[in-house]
């Protein structure tokens, strides 16, 4: 009898074990505004807006160009580029948004010239892939180097780069190890949301890096109810890439336009005259919201995106992304505050 109690209660602790293996659970959520960069040095009421909404993390995006999808040659870290793009502004940036207790996940984006999407790069032979994984690696390694230093809490790898990734797949293999070999803080790479189930290399990461612009809703002005339904089939896939990979996701960006339609394709960027439709941009957060921030294996995300001229920002009525001087501003500052008191 006491042997079969014995069996009993191992296979029970087994069980709860195993379970445990694939279940990650998240204390504290990661409430960031991914912060554009300026031709300026940032001052202290560039970083009192982003504590008044009760952020706690913000994405420092430093940026490296090539002129057309088909180009090798990455360039970075130029005197042409802005102050808040390059080594010495994104040093110090993250040096004043540590000094009021802001975590700062460092996030390099790659900007293709007339503004191509970077996940269809694809290089026109071997020699050409070479010469661009070399500029790649030099770039994310300065700023592995960089994150190392500041003991900045996150480093991102790559931003939307699928056909990099998918055709190259050795290269991040190695990548990965060599900003290993630098840098101590967690690791990421933001996939676009529509390739995330493609990433072969999750489990080598500490997140996973989602770009969360999930269609959601065909509402001109979609109702939460409506919104939360458009995530039901979305957030089987993410939750299920969590399990799988015993990590947890994190939204490298999230966000929406204050613009009617704004939950049908919510990438889409490009500018339009329109009018403002903030409760369309109010409704789609406080979805995202009610669908992800409880769940015990999401560890947060970035607001896309976030100004350093708030003044301007809000003065300005635009259509666009930035929740700042709308509703979804004061949205952001209730789910923020109340996620971490």
């Not at 807006?49 to 090798?72: E, Q, T, V």
């Not at 998918?166 to 630098?182: G, M, S, Y």
């Not at 999230?254 to 009018?275: I, L, N």
Request: with cysteine; glycine share 6%.
């Amino acid at each position: 009898m006491k042997k079969l109690t014995f069996f009993i209660t191992f296979c029970i602790l087994a069980i709860c074990l195993l379970g445990c293996s694939a279940t990650t659970v998240v204390k504290d959520k990661i409430n960031g505004v991914s912060f554009v960069a300026s031709r300026d040095t940032l001052q202290q009421k560039n970083i009192d807006p982003i504590l008044n909404i009760g952020a706690n993390a913000a994405a420092i995006m430093p940026f490296g160009f090539i002129r057309d999808k088909n180009h090798p040659q990455l360039q970075f870290n130029s005197e042409r580029q802005w102050y808040g793009e390059r080594y010495e502004g994104v040093k110090q940036y993250i040096e004043l948004l540590h000094q009021n207790a802001i975590d700062v996940m460092l996030k390099p984006h790659i900007w293709i010239w007339h503004g191509e999407f970077t996940g269809d790069m694809q290089m026109n032979s071997e020699a050409d892939w070479k010469l661009f994984e070399n500029s790649y690696e030099e770039f994310i390694l300065l700023y592995a180097q960089l994150a190392e230093e500041t003991q900045t809490e996150i480093l991102c790898i790559g931003t939307e780069l699928f056909n990099f990734v998918d055709q190259r797949p050795e290269f991040w293999q190695q990548l990965i190890k060599n900003v290993r070999a630098i840098y101590s803080g967690k690791i990421t790479y933001a996939e676009n949301w529509d390739k995330v189930d493609r990433v072969p290399f999750w489990s080598d990461l500490d997140f996973i890096g989602v770009d969360a612009y999930f269609p959601v809703a065909e509402a001109q002005t979609p109702t939460v109810k409506e919104a939360i339904a458009g995530w039901i089939p979305h957030k089987k896939v993410i939750a299920s890439l969590s399990k799988q990979n015993n990590i947890p996701v994190l939204f490298t960006e999230f966000g929406y336009r204050s613009a009617d339609y704004a939950g049908k394709e919510p990438w889409a960027s490009d500018r339009h005259e329109g009018a403002m439709n903030t409760k369309a941009q109010v409704n789609l957060y406080q979805a995202l919201f009610e669908t992800f921030w409880d769940e015990p294996w999401f560890a947060g995300g970035y607001a896309w995106k976030w100004f350093h001229d708030h003044e301007r920002a809000t003065a300005t009525g635009n259509n666009r992304f930035t929740p700042q001087g709308k509703e979804a501003e004061m949205l952001l500052k209730k789910w923020y505050l109340n996620s971490v008191n």
